[in-house]
């Protein structure tokens, strides 16, 4: 039987409601959690409140690889001491971060934001993979690397829909003569790399092999 409540008072309804839309919050943890809130003080939520605010309204992202930033480039790409002839293309913010906690990579991101899937109506052109040619044509044409000496990483989801993902760009950057490799399969069919455990994936980013449509 659904949870069904009858709320004592309006405000307290539409709380539920609006922490209830955050994915895998039901209503019963939705209203565990308003209730929480209200019992604390008032300068406490304010500052919970505003940071969501700030969040939405006050963050960028990078130009560069569209990483979630502070400022228009991100920490990473202005960072001088990372290697700019590695560039490591991840599906999302979450995974720049799982990489990094790793400590085994050292070079550049490219997040795509998202992957490409049909069944949930997002193609090519919805993704940074465009964006990611640019980078790389402009990267070589500048004279900052030559194409052999420039590796892009497909660190993706080894699931049919990140597969064809890192088959698409693969299409698309192979012109430029770049070395494209993948992780290593630390990481089993259909596993997410979200939620690989940091062991694991430093072995997969370590011992990454060429990519081989």
Request: charged share 25%.
């Amino acid at each position: 039987m659904a949870f069904q409540e009858k709320y004592p008072s309006r405000l307290l309804s539409d709380a539920v409601e609006a922490i209830g839309s955050l994915p895998g919050v039901g209503k019963r943890s939705a209203l565990r959690l308003a209730l929480h809130l209200l019992r604390q003080p008032k300068e406490n939520v304010h500052h919970f409140a505003e940071s969501i605010v700030r969040l939405r309204d006050e963050s960028l992202y990078c130009r560069e690889c569209r990483m979630i930033s502070d400022e228009e480039r991100c920490s990473i790409c202005s960072d001088r001491s990372r290697n700019r002839q590695q560039i490591c293309v991840v599906e999302n913010v979450r995974d720049v971060m799982s990489i990094e906690n790793t400590g085994q990579y050292h070079g550049l991101y490219h997040v795509l934001g998202g992957i490409i899937s049909p069944i949930a109506g997002v193609g090519p052109s919805d993704l940074n993979i465009a964006a990611l040619s640019e980078r790389i044509r402009t990267q070589i044409e500048s004279g900052a690397c030559e194409g052999a000496d420039l590796e892009v990483i497909l660190a993706l989801s080894g699931d049919v829909e990140g597969e064809t993902t890192a088959f698409y760009i693969y299409r698309q950057i192979e012109r430029f003569g770049v070395r494209v490799t993948a992780l290593a399969r630390g990481l089993g069919f259909g596993d997410d790399l979200e939620y690989a455990d940091e062991l694991t994936l430093g072995r997969s980013i370590a011992g990454r092999q060429d990519f081989k449509p």
